[in-house]
C-alpha cells in the first residue's frame, strides 16, 4: 500500500514520522510539506500540484490519503482531482481528528483555535498580522507558544504534551510553520474557512472517519457532519478517551495495519 499524509495546520511531515508506530514506519509515505511547497500559487493551482505529485510517485497500485486535522480538508481536495485524473484507481482516504467546513456546523465555539479561525474568516487583514506575531513568538520563545496551544489540553493530549521528545518535535513544527512557512500556513487557513461544504457530496471515493471523543481542537460534531455530509463514508472510527494528536498516534498504525 501507498500513502500520502497532509499533516495539520500548524504542521509538517514531522507529525507522522514522530508519531506513526510499525507498521506505517516501513511503508511508503509521501510527506508533502505544504506551509513551504510552492507558497507563490493560490490553493486551487496547488491542489493541482499535490495531485500531479502524488501520480507520478504513485502511477500504479492503491493509494491512501491520510489527512490529519486541516490536512483532511486538503485531502479531500487533492482526492477530488485523482477521482477526476485516474478514476479506475484504488484511492481512499483516512480522514484523522478532520477539520469540517465551518459552514456544517457551530464549531468555532467549541474549538481549541476557534479564535484564529473566526479571525481568518471575519478579519483576514489582522489574521496575516497575528500570524506574524505567532512567528515571531515560535522563534523567540517557542516554549511559551507551545504552552498556550496546549493550555487547554484534553484526553490523553494531556499526556502527551508533557513528552518532551513530543514538545521538541512539535516547537520546531511551530517554528518552521509561522516562519519560513508563514505564506503557506496563511494561504490554507484562509482557504478552509472559506470553503463550499455542498462541494462535499461529490466526493465519490470511500472515506474512514478516526475521531477521538475527547477532542477539542476538531470536536466530535465535527466528524458527525463529515459523516453526514460526505456520500461515501464507509465507518467512523470512535476513539474514547482521545482527544487530537493521541487520536492520530493511534490511528496511524491502525491505518497501515488495516491496508492490504
Same mark, same amino acid.
Given at each position: 500500500?501507498?500513502?500520502?499524509?497532509?499533516?495539520?495546520?500548524?504542521?509538517?511531515?514531522?507529525?507522522?514520522?514522530?508519531?506513526?508506530?510499525?507498521?506505517?514506519?516501513?511503508?511508503?509515505?509521501?510527506?508533502?510539506?505544504?506551509?513551504?511547497?510552492?507558497?507563490?500559487?493560490?490553493?486551487?493551482?496547488?491542489?493541482?500540484?499535490?495531485?500531479?505529485?502524488?501520480?507520478?510517485?504513485?502511477?500504479?497500485?492503491?493509494?491512501?490519503?491520510?489527512?490529519?486535522?486541516?490536512?483532511?480538508?486538503?485531502?479531500?481536495?487533492?482526492?477530488?482531482?485523482?477521482?477526476?485524473?485516474?478514476?479506475?484507481?484504488?484511492?481512499?482516504?483516512?480522514?484523522?481528528?478532520? @477539520? /469540517?467546513? +465551518?459552514?456544517?456546523?457551530?464549531?468555532?465555539? #467549541?474549538? !481549541? &483555535?476557534?479564535?484564529?479561525?473566526?479571525?481568518? *474568516?471575519?478579519?483576514?487583514?489582522?489574521?496575516?498580522?497575528?500570524?506574524?506575531?505567532?512567528?515571531?513568538?515560535?522563534?523567540?520563545?517557542?516554549?511559551?507558544?507551545?504552552?498556550?496551544?496546549?493550555?487547554?489540553?484534553?484526553?490523553?493530549?494531556?499526556?502527551?504534551?508533557?513528552?518532551?521528545?513530543?514538545?521538541?518535535?512539535?516547537?520546531?513544527?511551530?517554528?518552521?510553520?509561522?516562519?519560513?512557512?508563514?505564506?503557506?500556513?496563511?494561504?490554507?487557513?484562509?482557504?478552509?474557512?472559506?470553503?463550499?461544504?455542498?462541494?462535499?457530496?461529490?466526493?465519490?471515493?470511500?472515506?474512514?472517519?478516526?475521531?477521538?471523543?475527547?477532542?477539542?481542537?476538531?470536536?466530535?460534531?465535527?466528524?458527525?457532519?463529515? @459523516? /453526514?455530509? +460526505?456520500?461515501?463514508?464507509?465507518?467512523?472510527? #470512535?476513539? !474514547? &478517551?482521545?482527544?487530537?494528536?493521541?487520536?492520530? *498516534?493511534?490511528?496511524?498504525?491502525?491505518?497501515?495495519?488495516?491496508?492490504?
Amino acid at each position: 500500500m501507498q500513502f500520502v499524509y497532509f499533516h495539520g495546520q500548524p504542521g509538517g511531515p514531522a507529525e507522522a514520522r514522530f508519531l506513526a508506530a510499525q507498521p506505517l514506519s516501513r511503508a511508503d509515505v509521501y510527506l508533502p510539506d505544504r506551509c513551504r511547497e510552492r507558497p507563490d500559487l493560490a490553493m486551487a493551482p496547488y491542489f493541482d500540484v499535490l495531485a500531479t505529485a502524488v501520480l507520478d510517485r504513485y502511477p500504479a497500485g492503491p493509494v491512501r490519503l491520510i489527512g490529519f486535522s486541516m490536512g483532511a480538508f486538503v485531502a479531500i481536495e487533492v482526492g477530488f482531482r485523482l477521482a477526476t485524473r485516474a478514476p479506475d484507481r484504488d484511492i481512499g482516504l483516512e480522514l484523522v481528528s478532520a @477539520a /469540517a467546513p +465551518l459552514a456544517l456546523g457551530d464549531f468555532l465555539p #467549541h474549538m !481549541a &483555535g476557534g479564535a484564529i479561525f473566526t479571525l481568518a *474568516r471575519d478579519r483576514p487583514a489582522l489574521f496575516a498580522m497575528a500570524t506574524r506575531v505567532q512567528g515571531l513568538l515560535a522563534r523567540a520563545a517557542p516554549g511559551l507558544l507551545f504552552s498556550q496551544l496546549f493550555a487547554t489540553a484534553a484526553g490523553a493530549d494531556i499526556d502527551l504534551a508533557r513528552d518532551p521528545d513530543f514538545r521538541a518535535v512539535i516547537q520546531t513544527i511551530l517554528k518552521l510553520t509561522t516562519a519560513s512557512g508563514a505564506r503557506g500556513y496563511r494561504r490554507e487557513i484562509l482557504a478552509y474557512v472559506t470553503q463550499d461544504p455542498a462541494r462535499l457530496r461529490g466526493l465519490n471515493l470511500p472515506v474512514r472517519l478516526w475521531q477521538g471523543e475527547a477532542d477539542n481542537w476538531t470536536p466530535p460534531a465535527m466528524a458527525a457532519a463529515l @459523516a /453526514a455530509a +460526505l456520500p461515501w463514508v464507509q465507518e467512523v472510527r #470512535h476513539l !474514547a &478517551g482521545l482527544s487530537h494528536y493521541s487520536a492520530l *498516534r493511534a490511528a496511524l498504525p491502525e491505518i497501515a495495519a488495516d491496508s492490504p
